[in-house]
């Protein structure tokens, strides 16, 4: 039940957020953030009617999607991805938001032609320039999209990023209207296999700032499933 109300409240929050801004509510998609949290719970949101889920650990989600199925919902790789893994993440993920290298990105192209898919995924923008986290700089994320373009089993369709925790999520808004401007540069260089429809952005804390920003992607997962 709780689970159930929570994602009732956040789908509300959302609504609210996007008329807000004049967007429509139906061009963002929630995505419930189950890491670390067991398979009955996401089973639970499957059948509170929630699509979209989001997992960060390859061998962690490997287990729950065998068991729940490939089919039962839609499934976002959010957390960072090794090369050598990207084999798993071809296989079970539906879109790949972590891209941040063009060495990367050749991997999973070279995983997606093996088994004959072309692979969804978005690039990872590190939009604080913060030492800890994956993503691209700012100043590479062009080159990045330019020579990732190329690959033919890629499909580039938008920008992730993850600011920094603020406890006033306003403070998280100009990272939000940064990605945004980067994803219109990329939109304007009319790459092959690239279009700029997606912004994965927002978390618990900050996602109806990110959806009055644009986001078409919010990633949610404590407000969802409670503290990990
Ligand atoms: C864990 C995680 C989330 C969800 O964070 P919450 O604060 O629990 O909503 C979103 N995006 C990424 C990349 C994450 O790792």
């Not at 079970?92 to 063009?102: K, N, P, S």
């Not at 997606?112 to 692979?119: E, L, T, V, Y």
Request: hydrophobic letters at 40%; one cysteine or more; a neutral charge.
């Amino acid at each position: 039940m709780q689970i159930q109300s929570n994602l009732k409240k956040i789908r509300d929050d959302i609504r609210a957020a996007a008329q807000k801004s004049g967007w429509d509510p139906s061009r963002v998609t929630l995505i419930a953030v189950s890491k670390r949290k067991p398979r009955d719970m996401i089973q639970q949101a499957i059948d509170a009617g929630q699509r979209d889920f989001g997992e960060n650990y390859i061998q962690e989600a490997m287990e729950k999607i065998d068991i729940l199925g490939r089919k039962s919902a839609i499934w976002h790789f959010i957390g960072h991805l090794q090369s050598n893994k990207a084999k798993f993440a071809v296989k079970y993920f539906d879109l790949i938001h972590t891209v941040d290298t063009v060495k990367l990105a050749g991997e999973i192209n070279r995983q997606a032609r093996k088994i004959g898919k072309i692979q969804e995924i978005l690039l990872q923008v590190n939009i604080a320039r913060e030492t800890t986290k994956s993503g691209a700089e700012e100043n590479e994320i062009i080159d990045i999209a330019k020579q990732a373009g190329q690959f033919d089993h890629l499909h580039i369709s938008g920008l992730m990023c993850m600011p920094p925790f603020f406890d006033d999520p306003e403070d998280a808004r100009i990272y939000f209207k940064r990605l945004k401007q980067i994803s219109e540069n990329i939109e304007r260089l009319n790459l092959p296999h690239t279009d700029m429809t997606h912004l994965s952005m927002g978390m618990s804390n900050d996602f109806t700032v990110a959806v009055e920003e644009g986001a078409t992607l919010v990633r949610v997962g404590t407000a969802i499933f409670g503290a990990r």
